[in-house]
């Protein structure tokens, strides 16, 4: 994970980004279940290779960790 500080600019893009997300919650959801379904249609359109394997695994990772910050706990 990198430490670098956000430039001024992306900072504001950020802030008005989630101004106007009217519920976090459902945003969460929404990016856990495209991550969910792109996941698994890249993994089955083709025969995937170790390296994307991985490539898929990380970002896998790092979208559920972004949803999770928008809304921490599932709904089970």
Do not use: Q
């Not at 994970?1 to 459902?26: G, I, N, Q």
């Not at 025969?47 to 928008?70: C, G, H, P, Q, V």
């Amino acid at each position: 994970m990198t430490t670098e500080h956000l430039s001024k600019e992306v900072e504001t893009r950020l802030k008005d980004f989630f101004s106007d997300v009217k519920d976090p919650k459902d945003l969460a959801k929404t990016i856990r279940r495209v991550n969910y379904v792109l996941t698994l249609a890249v993994m089955r359109e083709r025969d995937t290779i170790e390296s994307e394997i991985k490539n898929i695994e990380d970002n896998f990772y790092w979208l559920n960790k972004f949803a999770e910050a928008l809304d921490p706990y599932l709904d089970v």
